[in-house]
């Protein structure tokens, strides 16, 4: 399969970011390097057939979802159509090939295996970073993109802003913040781990690196080995330890999703008792209170407001593609609010079915491979794919997700296990049925009825 290492690199190149942390490599084209090359490497395995091209459920939905979000963005604001244009056909892309490289289970676990590393390897970041010592960060302008955004450490220590502005050595012409510095140039925002670029936002890498957890699990499921075991008590440690650096309570909902998910799935009331066990410490020890956690609450609340008020001055189409910060200085916070307010109500229906076909591929899977020890492995991997997707949709109702490469990543590794699953029972099949339609207008109702009474709240 001459595709998977174009695609594997593009997905170490999304969660790693090496021109943001690397000077050396902030001119290369890694982006379109790595897309060419799995693009290529699709090719010649169609035209050598080593891969057949299958249809997976979520792609018609995916293709209408991003012509919509390229019309609204060229209705509403044409200025911005080349550079969102770009942005969402990236994104599109992302997913196409994700879902549609890999041949049979090698190929799909090769991907799992890459999310599950990266996903691990931010988190391991931010706990190096959350037990490193403060530093001062200049808030310099003459560094652009995110390596000034984030601040450039100048090698004092501080153990409050003031010191940095006051202290020996301080510039009176630059802004200072004291915060923790870890590896590749990462630092704390208010004391709160992060990563880089898709992933700055510490509840954004908390909803990232919750979510591959199942993925560890599914390893030792197929193959129950001393290594593997080691690996999911790591990932558990590192994972659980990092979520609670970011201070996320969305991050640790999630944790919690995922790990009662797997467990009540798989192992019933005892494994409501399992997950409820591992859970317990991250929601006593991680999330924020006091005053910053009822001004975030009441912001949030606020943003949701006026979601809905800018629905309602766009009911048909939306307000277009990317256009939310448009008409109010903060985005949504809520990918579903995101998706109705930008997109209108046909443009959130085709992103929403492509949740629900990402969900309805692993609960059919499962159901149709309960018994028979040959199917193992569709089993591990289907339970993995759904405990860490329910992980988002939990996680998605407090950011604005709608667009963001991780969504379309597990999107993509859906698709992907589809037709590995495909490629061993040819009968194996997914489809959006007229019930399901009926079902996803109930669901998206019912999730805009309760962002309006969560935005009445305040």
Known sequence: MLALPGVILLIIFIYGRPQEWD???????????????????????????????????????????????????????????????????????????????????????????????????????AVHQGFSSWQCLAMTQTIGGSRGEAGIPDGRSCELRVDCREGPGADPDTEYLCERVGLFKTSTINGRVRWRGVLQDPNELALTSGIVLPFSFAMFEQKRSFTRALLVLVSLLVIATAIILTQSRGGQLVFATVLGVYFVKKYGIRGAIFGAVFAAPL????????????????????????????????????????????????????????????????????????????????????????????????????????????????????????????????????????????????????????RDVYRLILADLGLIGVIFLLSKRG
């Open 23 to 125: 000077e050396r490599f902030e001119n290369l084209p890694f982006l379109y390097l790595w897309l060419g090359l799995a693009f290529m490497g699709m090719g010649l395995d169609l035209a050598l057939g080593k891969v057949r091209l299958r249809t997976t459920p979520q792609l018609r939905w995916a293709i209408v979802t991003y012509l919509w979000c390229v019309l609204t963005l060229g209705m509403r604001n044409p200025a911005e159509f080349s550079e969102g244009f770009v942005s969402i056909s990236v994104t599109f892309v992302l997913f196409f090939l994700i879902a549609h490289s890999p041949e049979g289970f090698k190929g799909f676990q090769k991907l799992a295996g890459t999310v599950l590393v990266m996903g691990l390897f931010v988190a391991a970041v």
């Open 283 to 434: 929601m006593l020890l991680g999330g924020r209170g006091g005053g910053e956690a009822d001004e975030s609450a009441n912001e949030r609340t606020e943003i949701l407001a006026e979601g809905l008020i800018i629905y309602r001055m766009f009911p048909l189409m939306g307000a277009g593609y990317r256009q939310f910060t448009e008409h109010h200085w903060l985005t949504a916070h809520n990918a579903y609010l995101l998706a109705l307010s930008e997109l209108g109500p046909l443009g959130m229906f085709a992103w929403s079915a492509m949740i629900y076909l990402t969900l309805k591929i692993s609960l059919v899977a499962l159901k149709r491979y309960e018994y028979g020890a040959q199917f193992a492995m569709i089993r591990a991997w289907s339970m993995a794919v759904m405990a860490g997707f329910c992980g988002m949709m939990v996680g998605i109702f407090f950011l604005s997700f709608t667009y963001h490469y991780v969504l379309w990543i597990y999107f993509g590794l859906a698709g992907a296990l589809y037709c590995a699953i495909k490629s061993v029972d040819p009968h194996f099949s997914v489809k959006l049925e007229k």
